[in-house]
């Protein structure tokens, strides 16, 4: 491939996945806490943190990704890809306006509403496991990019 250093958006990409697991289970732990023990005021503003924390990484992921990560190098390699890496690329998109319904309402919680507040611990979780089946995919194409053999020598 002409031009284009592999190992280092690739590298990055790690990189980002990697911080971005860590604040996902900081995530998943607070969302996990039991409000006799912690107070619904804390845990509250805890998640409001925590959730930040997440969407600010998880939004630079996706920037890297899509400007100069593994998206252009899989499209380029291997361009028989491509769809993959377009429906991987609507997977960000479906993210940013879950993220964009979420985050005011997010805000907008206050301690005394604790149906509220319960549904939309629900709806993070359910944003987890999209961002988690996101990830697994992206990791299963760039194994296939990078790794599988496509013989024809010999």
Known sequence: ???IDTQSPVNAAWM???ILDHVKQALR????????SVGLPRKLSSVQFTLK???RHLERMMELEERNGYMLIVSEKKPNMSFRVDRLEQDHQQFR??????IPEVEALNEFQDERFEDICSRIYELLENVDRHDSE???LLQETFLCDE????
């Open 16 to 18: 980002e996945h990697q």
């Open 151 to 154: 013989g024809g020598e010999g």
């Open 1 to 3: 491939m002409q031009g």
């Open 97 to 102: 306006e879950f993220i964009a319904q979420l």
């Open 53 to 55: 924390s997440f969407l």
């Open 29 to 36: 732990v607070t969302l996990d806490w039991k409000v006799p």
């Open 138 to 140: 992206e990791v299963q």
